[in-house]
Structure formats: C-alpha cells, structure tokens
C-alpha cells in the first residue's frame, strides 16, 4: 500500500454509484421520449409490422432489459467502471441504430452523439469522453459506409432518397459529425477533470477548516492543562531523581524509579506533543543541516525508550547535508517518526534513518519492520488523536503532518498490514552536500 499526501483523490466509487443510478433513469426517460419523437415524425402511416416500428420496438425492449442488468450490478456495488463504459458504448450503439431508422449518414439523430461524450465525461472524465467519442465515431463511420456500399439496405417502410447519398456529401457527413464528436470530447473531458479536481481541492480546504476548528479548540485545553500537568510532572521527575540517587535501594526499587522516570518522560512527550500541535508555530527558514539533526535523534533514541533495550535504530546517509527549513521543527519531525518507528516495531526489531538525495531534491526516510498500516487506517493516519496502537496517543504523526504543511514538504508513506512501514519526507534541493568517507553512522544498541 502506498499513500501520497497532497493532490486531492479525483475518482470515489460512491460517487459514481450515485452518477450511474441518476444517469441510468434519465437514459431510459430520454430514450423512450426520442423513440416516441421517431414516431410521431417517420411512422405515420407506417404499418405495425414496419421494419422501424419493429426495431424500435427491440430498441426499448432491450434498453430496459439492460437498465434492469444495470441496477443488479449497482446494488452489488462491483465493476462500477466496467457498468459505465459498457453504458457509454450501448449509448453510441443505440444512437447509431436511431441515425439508421432515421435518414441514415444524414440523419438529426447523430447530434446525439455529442450527448454521449457528455455523459461520458460526467460518469468517467476524460477517459469516458475519450470512450464515446471513438465509439461514436466508430459507430456512425460504419453506419455510413455499410449503407453507402450497399451492403446494407435502408428500412423497407423509409423513403430510399433520404439513403442516397453522393460520394462527397458521405465524406462531408462523416467529417463533419466525427469533428463535432471529438470536439465536444475535448471540451467535456477537460471541463469534467477540471470541476472534478477543484471538488477535491474544495473537499480538502474543508478538511483544513475543520482541522484548524479541532485544533483551535485542543489550544484552549491544552493551554489550560500544560501548566497543570507539568508542574506536578516536574516534581515528580525530580524526587524520583532524588530517590533513585539515594544509597540502600533495592534493585527492584530501582526498576520502579526507572519506570516511573520513563512513565513521567512519555508524559511529558505528550504535553509536548499537544502545545505543538493545538498552537503551531510558523517556522523561520535558515540554512540547517539535516544530516546532523538526523544523527542527534539517532542518538538520543538509542538511549530512551525501548531503543535501550529490544529495538535498533540507525542512521544511513551523509555526514553532512544542509536544507532550508526551521530547525527546531525539522528535529521535532524527525523525532516524532522515529518515536514512531520505534513504537511500532517488534521486539529485536530494526528502525533505519536514511537520508538519501535524487535528482528531484532530498528525502528522509524513517523505514520500521513493524506492524504495518492497514487499509482502513490509511485514510486518518495523520488526523489528531487518531491511533492504531492500544497505549498510543494519535499526536505524534499529527505534529509531523503539521510542520511538514508548513514546510512544503510531502510525505509518502508506503505500507501493508505486517510489512512495516516507509514514512519519507521530501526536503526539496539541498543547499550543500558532504559524503562521509567512511561506512554511514550508525549508533544503536539491542
């Protein structure tokens, strides 16, 4: 699974659930209504075993059975993609035998093509305008050609003038409604991707507003808690210092200082975590060298938490690679993914910071065999509170999501359920580079 933070989603099965229910009624309506409108103005006096009244007759029939066909298929809610193109390509088929019933290359009916690529540009964007324009096109031009050829006869019960057509009023017919089909394709499929991606983009300025909201009001509690919680914290952390020094101690009693040391740290990491994220700073950009905030964080995990004891973290990349970016929050991102990392690894397992520079700019990668993220997480990874651990807290990655807005940056996260997971942070160009001449550092302990 691979997650790409930044451009908003352009297609959502649901919603074309809703357009293909909505545009598969409005089709029976519209085709009904254009079969009555062929009756009135081709069949009168027509007997009723016709040849156009028969096959008209077959046409509905058949466009009901297949609107019934449709509607299965909807409530199955399955091949959703497949259900449209099918209904784009039956819609040019029908037109095509509507243009035939009706005058043949020169039919009105073929304006009806142009309303195909419309509705194949509302179901599926462009591809779908792209689908009905070549099999309109490929439709009429046969139509055209089997009755210019003579290979097919015109309805028995339709006057035989209308059909016969000279050689340059066939190609004008046929250039002039395929230009037609092509050019309202063009337009529809640009227009549609154009609404469909400012949708997205609408949807996520939605997203952000309410981000902010929830945001505005964790500041006002936070705000009221930090003190509350940090000055008892800070009593405690240090008459626990004081205890753990004092001679005559147990070794079990020295575990329980230990762990009420490491408990009033995690406490602290969260009040931290939440006056980061409920009032965000804006960052100042400077020169900063990501390479040696990267080695820092390395460090300082190897020697808190679990990556004392069961899990290793290292640091792949050059000595020295220098970015624009705030450093204070650059170190906060990096730590905050390899507390994360760390958390969600097994026992023994390994966590890599690797700093690697492309051709498009620098990244940071913070790889963990732990885990994994599963598909129904993905979607709310970096929402606040949000956490698919039993002790987590859901703050951490929401920080990074935070800085990394701020920054420019994007985040690609790729993952699978039990695989681990891969968090990279795109840094942009790089101001300076320095490779180190020996094998990368590594500072890490089991």
Known sequence: ???????????????????????????????????????????????????????????????????????????????????????????????????????????????????????????SGSRGAALAAGSGVVSYASLVLLLGSGWLAPPADQPASVYQLSAEEIRFYLAVNALVMLVVALLAGLLAERLRWTGGELRMANERVERAERMAALGRLAAGLAHEIRNPLGSIAGSIALLSSARGLSSDDQKLCEIIAREADRLNDLVTDMMDLSRPRRPEPAPVDIALIAQDVVELATRSGRAVSDVQVVYEGPTSLVVQADGAQLRQLVWNLVRNGVQASRPGGLVRVVLALAPEGASLAVVDRGIGIDEEARSRLFDAFFTTRSHGTGVGLAVVKSIADEHGFAIDVESGAGQGATFRVSLGRPLSLRSSESAPRSEAQR
Do not use: H, K, N
């Open 1 to 123: 699974m691979r997650i790409s933070l930044g451009a908003p989603e352009l297609v959502a099965s649901p919603a074309l659930s809703r357009r293909l229910e909505l545009l598969t009624g409005l089709r029976l309506v519209f085709l009904t209504l254009c079969l009555a409108l062929v009756g009135l103005l081709y069949l009168r006096g027509v007997s009723l075993g016709s040849t156009t009244l028969r096959v008209g007759l077959g046409l509905l029939v058949v466009s009901f059975a297949l609107a019934g066909g449709y509607a299965v298929l909807l409530r199955v809610g399955r091949g959703l993609a497949l259900v449209a193109d099918a209904q784009i390509v039956f819609d040019q088929l029908t037109w095509t035998v509507v243009a035939y019933l009706t005058g043949g290359a020169s039919s009105g009916a073929a304006s009806l093509y142009g309303l195909s690529c419309l509705v194949g540009a509302a179901l």
